[in-house]
């Protein structure tokens, strides 16, 4: 079976090109798999060609490029890619991540076993300043191996034909300063009846980043998961989106101070984090749009 996975190479990520490469190379492949990783890149960027050639010996690739430089159109440029390719599961994964040697054969088996179109992956980090650990592990979102959810990132997901054959869903470009285009792209399709899966077995770790180890790239980071959400609640709900807005802030606030009440470390984190998504909300609902993305 042809398995296509997208890695989007951006100038901000040129430094982790090289670890990123390594580890596609000591992938498994699965004996009845043929895989083939698909870059997209920005025609500003063509040296990353060299680095690509030079480090990926093992896997068969393909360079695609894509016009615009930001993330929803370039993934769109993966998906229209594989219109009529004879191709039977497709994934993304980010090109500051090193990818699990048995990821690959994760992804096939957890398909076998399960009933989803759509899986998707835990995001590790590598980290030097122990007190971010907790931190991360806040960020992240809590699921068990093969639970039903709503939606999954794009850091590290996997889907089957179904999902690019015939949805006719693609990333929507107005999230291309603030993030939360994957989070809207799932959600719709999920919306349309795609099964989507949590696979805790394949999983990807970020490369160390000293921009990520400040609080302050956390306290954004929560406001950008604040107003990003509200635009993707207008997206799926429509006329009654403001009535799930408020709703969502009640909740927030509710366990936020739920938190307070159950005093250590992780829930003060916790509770900060959600009372910051709040603000987040409530900045969005000023209609306040980033310059740049978080």
């Known amino acids: 079976m042809n398995i296509y996975i997208c890695s989007l190479l951006s100038k901000k990520n040129f430094r982790f090109l090289n670890s990123h490469l390594k580890s596609l190379n000591r992938v498994k492949i699965p004996s009845n798999c043929k895989l083939k990783i698909i870059f997209v890149i920005n025609p500003k960027i063509h040296i990353i060609k060299h680095s690509i050639k030079n480090f990926l010996n093992k896997i068969d690739y393909s360079i695609i490029k894509s016009i615009k430089d930001n993330i929803p159109d370039s993934r769109n440029v993966f998906l229209k890619f594989l219109k009529n390719k004879n191709v039977k599961y497709a994934g993304f994964v980010d090109d500051d991540c090193l990818i699990d040697k048995n990821w690959l054969t994760n992804m096939v088996k957890f398909f076998e076993e399960n009933n989803c179109d759509i899986a998707g992956g835990p995001q590790h980090h590598r980290i030097k300043n122990k007190i971010f650990k907790d931190y991360y592990d806040v960020l992240e979102p809590f699921r068990t191996h093969g ?45 349309k009846n795609f099964t989507i899966r949590w696979n805790k077995k394949s999983f990807i770790t970020e490369n160390f980043n000293p921009q990520r180890e400040k609080k302050t790239w956390f306290l954004k980071r929560n406001l950008r998961y604040g107003y990003s959400g509200n635009l993707i609640d207008k997206k799926i709900y429509g006329k009654i989106s403001l009535f799930i807005i408020f709703m969502k802030l009640f909740y927030l606030i509710v366990s936020a101070l739920f938190l307070m009440l159950l005093p250590s470390r992780k829930n003060f984190i916790k509770a900060s984090f959600l009372l910051l998504r709040v603000s987040g909300r409530f900045i969005g609902l000023l209609n306040y749009k980033p310059k740049k993305y978080i």
């Open 147 to 191: 639970q039903l959810v709503r939606w999954v990132a794009t850091n590290n997901c996997f889907f089957s034909q179904n999902v690019f054959s015939g949805s006719k869903v693609f990333f929507d470009s107005e999230f291309a300063s603030i993030g939360g285009s994957d989070q809207l792209f799932f959600n719709r399709l999920n919306r």
